[in-house]
């Protein structure tokens, strides 16, 4: 696991949009795996800069979301299908076959969720997984005891996950209690994984998934054992870490 410490968020969303840019760079084939959420918006808005310069396209790409929440539309602006049109895809060059989120609406979720494991293979498996974490050590919308070998799942949120995504909705009450989700295994299998955290409240999560014991408890802690994982934070959510270092020299 390579930890980097970025000075505050700006400086964390431009070294994130520098890896992904590169990725395209270097390979613009590439099959991407993204995010959703507050920590992804700054670097997503960079691409989008980026792209507009033509530094960077990403027209030839493949990219795979990790979750949707089960029971909204694409069309519903509160889901993340309309989140990822709205800060990214309408506005770079991606091809609109080209993009996939679980869908909401399946009526068959266990079809669905297969189907979009069979997608991910199909297009080869991932190069690179974008991630946040959850104050509760969620990566995608695996919650705490989630099992290590679960590929893409129907998950039930946690409330800790329901409160903390309330501020997308107007009340609390709004938010969907389930999700489909990329699992572990199969966040596992992308080649290389960058991970943001950003700001104090996720200081402590981070210190766990950092020097935790590997344990569903903290699904975020697997990511000790991926052999290509970059955990990229801001110095707020890093504060702990840095504690550790200090302790360490
Ligand atoms: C989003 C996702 C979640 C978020 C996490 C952090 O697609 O899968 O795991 O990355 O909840 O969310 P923010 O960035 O809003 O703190």
Redesign the pocket.
């Known amino acids: 696991m390579r930890i980097v410490i970025a000075k505050d968020y700006e400086d964390l969303s431009r070294k994130a949009a520098h890896v992904i840019a590169g990725q395209l760079i270097m390979r613009p084939d590439t099959v991407l795996g993204l995010?959703?959420?507050?920590?992804?918006l700054r670097c997503y808005e960079l691409l989008t800069h980026m792209a507009e310069e033509k530094l960077v396209s990403f027209r030839q790409c493949k990219i795979f979301?990790?979750?949707e929440y089960y029971s909204l539309s694409p069309e519903n602006p509160q889901s993340?299908g309309y989140f990822m049109k709205q800060h990214l895809f309408s506005r770079v060059d991606i091809l609109p076959e080209n993009t996939f989120i679980p869908n909401g609406l399946a009526e068959n979720i266990a079809q669905e969720c297969q189907a979009y494991e069979d997608l991910i293979r199909r297009a080869g498996g991932i190069d690179l997984q974008l991630?946040?974490?959850?104050r509760n050590g969620?990566?995608?919308?695996n919650e705490p005891d989630v099992s290590f070998e679960a590929f893409t799942h129907l998950v039930a949120l946690d409330q800790d996950?329901i409160q903390?995504?309330s501020k997308f909705f107007n009340t609390r009450e709004e938010v969907p209690k389930t999700a489909i989700?990329m699992g572990i295994k199969t966040i596992m299998q992308a080649r290389g994984i960058l991970l943001l955290a950003s700001g104090a409240e996720k200081a402590e999560t981070v210190y766990q998934m950092v020097y935790g014991k590997i344990s569903p408890d903290v699904p975020a802690s697997v990511l000790q054992i991926h052999p290509n994982a970059t955990v990229l934070v801001d110095e707020a959510a890093g504060q702990r870490l840095q504690e550790m270092q200090n302790k360490v020299l």
């Open positions: 995010a959703t959420g507050a920590t992804p979301n990790l979750d993340y991630l946040g974490i959850g969620h990566i995608g919308f996950t903390a995504n989700s």
